[in-house]
């Protein structure tokens, strides 16, 4: 693909999952990929795998090391580190707080730090790891589904604002993918993401798709545009059925 050949393209949470998928993509298609992750041995293993370059760390701190790694220019950050954080209404307040930090802020501090020089240049693009629960929402994970919100309202905030400047932005939402987060989510992810569970390549191609085609929305399962549709039109419905699902898991003994 042209339009990345090249690039200057940073991944981050890229030690494993939709990450490490998004970083082989990339790569396959000619860019020059950071790979970050907390963990060094996961992101130096994603590294040699695929040539890239790997720049360990939190996602939040990285963009100057990432830049400089790439020669000068980040041209594609991927804001894909997240975590699942269930729980509810009286989850831990510490809890509440780590999954907006990482879920929310770190797209933010990551755009804080690219947006000068992208505007000035007139390009680049970022790419947010939202959720399909970012759109709906996860039975049994207040603080993610609240945070996933913020993430996609970010995403869109920055694709409105700026599109007219150059910026591209894509806004990533599964359902189910398997990965270690699925295994996070417990008997929820059981029980609502495991059956139509997809692999991570296919949020990937999911990705690609939507570039060649400037799509912000990328759905790597279509079926959610449907269910968006339905919690917009007939909100009632939607959270009566949201309410079935919930008392299902109960009384599975979540």
Same mark, same amino acid.
């Given at each position: 693909m042209s339009t990345v050949?090249?690039?200057?393209?940073?991944?981050?949470?890229?030690?494993?999952?939709?990450?490490a998928a998004l970083a082989r993509r990339f790569a396959a298609e000619g860019a020059r990929v950071v790979v970050n992750d907390?963990?060094?041995?996961?992101?130096?293993?994603?590294?040699?795998e695929i040539g890239g370059i790997p720049v360990p760390g939190d996602a939040s701190a990285v963009?100057?090391?990432?830049?400089?790694? $790439?020669?000068?220019?980040?041209? =594609? /950050?991927?804001?894909?580190?997240?975590?699942a954080s269930p729980g509810d209404?009286?989850?831990?307040?510490?809890? /509440?707080?780590?999954? /907006? +930090? =990482?879920?929310?802020?770190?797209? =933010?501090r990551a755009a804080r730090a690219l947006l000068p020089d992208w505007l000035e240049r007139g390009t680049g693009r970022f790419v947010s790891t939202v959720s399909a629960a970012g759109l709906l929402t996860m039975v049994g994970a207040a603080p993610y589904s609240v945070s996933k919100h913020g993430a996609y309202a970010f995403a869109e905030w920055l694709s409105l604002t700026y599109r007219h400047r150059g910026l591209k932005v894509h806004a990533i939402c599964p359902q189910g993918v398997r990965t270690d987060m699925l295994t996070a989510a417990g008997s929820a992810g059981e029980l609502v993401l495991a059956p139509t569970a997809i692999e991570p390549e296919d949020v990937? +191609?999911? $990705?690609? +798709?939507?570039?060649?085609?400037d799509r912000f929305l990328v759905l790597p399962h279509p079926e959610v545009a449907g269910y968006y549709r339905a919690r917009a039109t007939d909100p009632e419905r939607w959270l009566g059925n949201m309410n079935h699902i919930q008392r299902k898991w109960e009384g599975a003994g979540a």
């Open positions: 050949q090249g690039a200057g393209v940073v991944v981050t949470g890229a030690g494993g999952g939709i990450g907390l963990d060094p041995g996961r992101t130096k293993a994603v590294a040699d963009v100057e090391e990432a830049r400089d790694a $790439l020669g000068g220019a980040v041209d =594609v /950050w991927c804001a894909n580190a997240g975590l209404a009286f989850a831990d307040e510490e809890v /509440w707080a780590a999954a /907006w +930090d =990482v879920n929310v802020m770190a797209h =933010v990937a +191609d999911a $990705l690609f +798709d939507a570039i060649d085609t």
